[in-house]
T-cell receptor, first 116, second 116 residues
């Protein structure tokens, strides 16, 4: 129940295209869903995050779509660029009752390659 | 803002030695810091959560005597890999959150450990 399933494992998109990465979860207690971008040999960087009280959030070329009833959320990268080539991780979290801390459960990651 | 640094970025050591990795929040006070481990082409696995001034909480399967965590101040946490062995070779990443942004974790650039 603590898993976050992410797909696809890898994705190749032409420059200017739309990249779509999907995540699904089971635990209805999750209430914060961030997306991170990671370049090789670097730490993850926060891209965008959403709470379940909204169905969509957009920041620049990045949009999160959230479907609470289906327990799914997705990242859309519009006008994909070669510089977007990286690994993307979704995560889900909720306030841990024992520690009072938001702990993340990460998806398995999607390796995106944008062709020039 | 929300910059997290790690030192060293790379470390190579002989089997049996101990290695200390530092994680610092540069422009905010980190009430909670997290330590993750990431194997090549895999997701981030949470090792432990540390709150300033208290003992770290370790995830199931993580040896607390092997991975010593100290969070002595609001800007510094350290991870010491004791008596390192080749199987401890990995990418170690810390993250930090501030009191004002309970859900958001900001990640450091990671430390690559190679145990010979």
């Amino acid at each position: 129940q603590q898993q976050v399933k992410q797909s696809p494992q890898s994705l190749i998109v032409q420059k200017g295209g739309i990249s779509i990465i999907n995540c699904a979860y089971e635990n209805t207690a999750f209430d914060y869903f961030p997306w991170y971008q990671q370049f090789p040999g670097k730490g993850p960087a926060l891209l965008i995050a959403i709470r379940p009280d909204v169905s969509e959030k957009k920041e620049g070329r990045f949009t999160i779509s959230f479907n609470k009833s289906a327990k799914q959320f997705s990242l859309h990268i519009m006008d994909s660029q070669p510089g977007d080539s990286a690994t993307y991780f979704c995560a889900a979290s909720s306030l841990s009752g024992t520690s009072g801390t938001y702990k993340y459960i990460f998806g398995t990651g999607t390796r995106l390659k944008v062709l020039a | 803002g929300a910059v997290v640094s790690q030192h060293p970025s790379w470390v190579i050591c002989k089997s049996g030695t101990s290695v200390k990795i530092e994680c610092r929040s540069l422009d905010f006070q980190a009430t909670t810091m997290f330590w993750y481990r990431q194997f090549p082409k895999q997701s981030l696995m949470l090792m432990a959560t540390s709150n300033e001034g208290s003992k770290a909480t370790y995830e199931q399967g993580v040896e607390k005597d092997k991975f010593l965590i100290n969070h002595a101040s609001l800007t510094l946490s350290t991870l010491t890999v004791t008596s390192a062995h080749p199987e401890d070779s990995s990418f170690y990443i810390c993250s930090a959150r501030s009191a004002g942004a309970q859900e958001t974790q900001y990640f450091g650039p990671g430390t690559r450990l190679l145990v010979l």
